[in-house]
């Protein structure tokens, strides 16, 4: 492959190029190892901060993930699940479906779940005001990681006001049984009539980086949710970080007043 100006673009993307379709050809198969640095800046015949910075272009577009003392793979991570505004009707509930699972299915893979942590916290700043609780209040805080085929794709923390949890002893259990902790609420009448999200891209930090199995630099989607119930209470806040390549967003809205 030339890497001459002649086409009009950067030595290091005219590399990043070249290197995309063998990924996409399948020469690069997935879960292979790129190329040394040293053997793409013989092939290439550049220095190693061209070959660097093709190598990051290839991370910026998701094709290849690094790990630090190992080097650069081609992804392999599995396909993209769509997270819908449906996996939260009351009809997945009512047979036994949490949210998760609920959209699971509907993408493919096996769907698996890590509990971290369920106890008492501090609640922090933001999600006090949402939670219209003094910040420092203390809430039942459930810490979760997501997996589908075995790799981790999001990691989630719930926060519930303690007053509303704390004669719900499913609610401290790490199965809260069928339909999850929605279905718990409202079986002790707390019925849910809105669920709200503020969704933001950034960039991953090192722990997210580290328990998304994530290349340095990798983007994510911070998504923060309030459930809220009839009167106007919201009962749970929901804190979720997500490997932004595995997941499309897909929302429905009501086209009336």
Not at 152 to 177: C, Q, R
């Amino acid at each position: 492959m030339a890497t001459g100006d002649a086409t009009g673009k950067a030595k290091y993307l005219q590399i990043a190029d070249d290197l995309a379709a063998q990924i996409r050809s399948g020469t690069l198969a997935p879960g292979s190892a790129v190329p040394s640095e040293t053997d793409l800046m013989k092939r290439y015949a550049v220095a190693s901060g061209t070959v660097r910075k093709a190598v990051a272009e290839l991370r910026t577009t998701q094709l290849i993930e690094t790990h630090h003392g190992r080097g650069s793979y081609v992804r392999s991570r599995p396909p993209v699940q769509r997270k819908s505004s449906d996996r939260f009707r009351r009809s997945h509930r009512r047979a036994g479906k949490a949210a998760y699972l609920a959209e699971a299915e509907t993408s493919g893979g096996v769907p698996s779940v890590n509990v971290l942590y369920i106890g008492p916290e501090e609640a922090p700043q933001e999600i006090a005001e949402r939670l219209q609780v003094p910040a420092g209040a203390k809430v039942l805080a459930r810490k979760r990681r997501y997996f589908r085929d075995g790799t981790p794709t999001e990691e989630a923390t719930s926060y519930l006001p303690w007053d509303v949890v704390k004669d719900i002893p499913e609610m401290f259990e790490e199965n809260p049984g069928g339909g999850g902790i929605y279905a718990r609420l409202e079986e002790h009448g707390f019925t849910l009539v809105e669920f709200t999200e503020t969704v933001r891209a950034r960039l991953a930090t090192k722990a997210e980086s580290t328990a998304l199995a994530l290349s340095p630099g990798s983007p994510v989607i911070h998504l923060v949710r309030n459930a809220t119930v009839e009167g106007g209470r919201v009962v749970e806040v929901c804190d979720t970080v997500m490997a932004a390549d595995q997941f499309i967003l897909d929302y429905r809205f009501a086209a009336t007043d």
